[in-house]
């Protein structure tokens, strides 16, 4: 029989590639969905990767423990993914308890729901790298310390603890993966590669005339969220559940991300660039810089695609979009 697969935040970036993922190895993708005052589900990601009408989709919220109980009774997952969170780290400030209640309790929730109605299923948490924050390592492991920056860093803080917790009362199979940041032509316009992607490609088109960014210093180890969901179904797949650090291990500064972008459609980005301090973070982090090695050595993964080849396909796919309004 198929193994069936819960996927939370499956309409977004991770979500549409990991049930791309599960569907070409046989699975059966159920999505859960939070309804909104939309009548259709935003499954546009879904759509780009031809996979829509495969994805199974389920009504629930990770703020409803009673949902979230109905789904898992009715559906009997062997694997769980909970990818779903208040990802963007600058609304984190604007919207705190918002954040706490769906990134943090939210993993409560979906653990507690398991706990009682798929005690065997295997359960993925994505921990995040902001947890780091103000680094205390050069390269951050799974044994350096936290120390988060952002009301986002500390909620998924507490979903990577009380993920070990429950594995460690309840004996059950849940992992973390701490994931580094990771881009592809599906992530949201409210993120800086995405940001830097279409505006470039506006730009070339003559849709657009400026760059407006913050911290052009920033550096970040970013990977293609292709490769890093194929780390999150690997852990699934280990005997004992454990924590993974996924990440490239090179990191890149946003200013060299914006000249690779410009340099897809032969501009000079100085010509467009401006800096706005409204897209200053309250607190930066500066640097983060991942050690995947554990990653590496366990599970047998290694990232595939460069930061130079995800950036030129993110480009090329704003251009493709943007023609097709022209």
């Known amino acids: 029989m198929a193994r069936t697969a819960l996927v939370t935040g499956v309409t977004g970036q991770d979500g549409a590639y990991l049930s791309q993922l599960l569907l070409e190895k046989g699975y059966e993708v159920y999505g859960l969905v939070r309804r909104s005052s939309h009548s259709e589900v935003d499954d546009h990601r879904l759509r780009w990767l031809n996979i829509h009408e495969d994805v199974r989709i389920v009504d629930g919220n990770l703020t409803d423990l009673s949902s979230l109980i109905r789904v898992l009774r009715e559906i009997k997952p062997d694997e769980i993914y909970n990818l779903g969170a208040q990802s963007f780290v600058k609304a984190s400030w604007d919207q705190p308890v918002v954040t706490a209640n769906v990134t943090a309790n939210g993993v409560l929730n979906i653990l507690e729901a398991a706990r009682f109605e798929a005690p065997d299923a295997r359960f993925y948490q994505a921990s995040s790298s902001e947890m780091y924050g103000l680094i205390q390592e050069p390269m951050q492991s799974e044994t350096t310390p936290f120390y988060p920056r952002s009301p986002y860093a500390v909620a998924k803080l507490y979903g990577h603890w009380i993920t070990v917790n429950y594995r460690e009362s309840f004996d059950m199979h849940a992992s973390s993966g701490i994931l580094f940041n990771h881009e592809s032509p599906l992530r949201g316009f409210e993120f800086v590669t995405r940001k830097v992607t279409r505006t470039a490609a506006a730009i070339k088109l003559g849709l657009a005339s400026k760059l407006?960014?913050?911290?052009?210093?920033?550096?970040?180890?970013?990977?293609?969220?292709?490769?890093?969901?194929?780390?999150?179904?690997?852990?699934?797949?280990?005997d004992k559940p454990d924590d993974y650090v996924v990440a490239t291990g090179e990191t890149h500064t946003v200013r060299h991300m914006i000249d690779v972008a410009f340099r897809q459609v032969d501009l000079n980005p100085d010509d467009y660039l401006s800096i706005n301090p409204k897209f200053l973070r309250p607190a930066e982090v500066d640097v983060l810089l991942g050690d995947a090695t554990k990653a590496r050595k366990q599970l047998g993964w290694t990232p595939e695609i460069s930061f130079e080849a995800l950036i030129a396909e993110m480009v090329e796919a704003d251009l493709a979009r943007l023609r097709r309004t022209l």
Do not use: S
């Not at 407006?212 to 699934?236: C, I, Q, S």
């Open 212 to 238: 407006e960014m913050g911290n052009l210093d920033a550096k970040r180890d970013w990977g293609h969220a292709k490769d890093y969901v194929r780390a999150m179904w690997l852990m699934l797949q280990q």
